[in-house]
């Protein structure tokens, strides 16, 4: 998935960061996960991994790469049999998820043109016929869930798995802030599901890691001891509720249908918006976090643009933990980009610098 800030380029560079500074395997925690990438390294590195995230579709991620061990099988029920029926493998639901009939519903309605809403305002998230699939296909794993032929981590496994297929097929840029006018050639493919992988931990252990959906704070407070806290918090003032809200509507699901809001569709997020995100708020949110941390460790990735200065990040960090053991890694990358230049935003050029900041604690 297209995602602001997603790590997988530079997992390398804080792999080789957490080797320099000789840090053993241990429990780790992830507050601010997105998509799991780091979570999902730090796992195949032999970490027990507890990671989270504000957003619904953070968490069906964090289930399908990080806690889950691996592939579960599903009930046979699943294939409109008889519960005794033989189990099912991930594949074949995904082929009965595929195989539905078309079903005209919350995303046709609002985010594809052959909704009056969609009309209404012009949206083009989806093609008509790529909206009826994802209506069709996510109405059934609710159906599936209300049934109790899914638990938790099965229905999570699903959820990713279809929004990460709908992500292929959105008709976007990279976020879901607007869509393009014009139906780009990816969009007018028919949605396909592809299986994700859970991440299998290091031979033989069994290292429980978990996946959380709420605040950092709330979930530092349940993590309990770590030996290392990384923090990949939000650099700027774009919230991701309004970048990704189809995401975050596939992960809730519309059950009662929210109200919508705008040319583009946006859910209510009042509960979802971060302090990082916010000029005067920011250097708080990293204060307090600091302090709440029970970690011996703390690693923060931030790149050289984001709202917080680096001397307030040192001055923070310093007070923290021991001030001898701070250090500041500094990694160059091409920066995603997902649209030109223009006159509503003009990107300063496409190197970026991200800087992993590191300070043990008493």
Known sequence: MRYIGNKTKLVPFLLETIGELDLAPGVACDPFAGTASVGRALKT????VHCGDLLAASYAYQVARVELDRTPRYPGALSGGSASRKALSYGAVLRVLEDLPPKAGFVTEHYTPAGEDGREHGRMYFTPENGSAI????????????????DRARAQLLLATLIQ???RVANTTGVYA????TWQPNATRRIRLKPLRPTVPPASSALGCTAFCGRAETLLGQAGPLDLLYLDPPYNERQYPGYYHLPELLAQ?????????????????GDLRSDWCRRGRCE??????????????VLLSYNDEGLLPRECIEDAF?????????????RGYRRYR????GPGRQYRGDAVRERVYYVRKP
Do not use: N, Q
């Open 165 to 167: 297929a709908a992500d």
């Open 284 to 297: 708080a949110a990293l204060r307090s976090i600091l302090e709440l941390a029970d970690a011996r460790h």
């Open 45 to 48: 590195a032999g970490w027990r």
């Open 178 to 181: 607007s869509f393009v006018k």
């Open 318 to 330: 310093r007070a923290s933990g021991d001030p001898d053991t701070f250090r500041v890694f500094t």
């Open 253 to 269: 699901g519309w059950e009662p249908p929210p109200e919508l809001r705008g040319k583009t569709g946006l859910i209510p997020d």
């Open 135 to 150: 209506d069709a296909m996510r109405e059934k794993i609710s159906e599936w869930r209300r049934e109790e032929l899914l």
């Open 338 to 341: 997902s649209d030109s230049d």
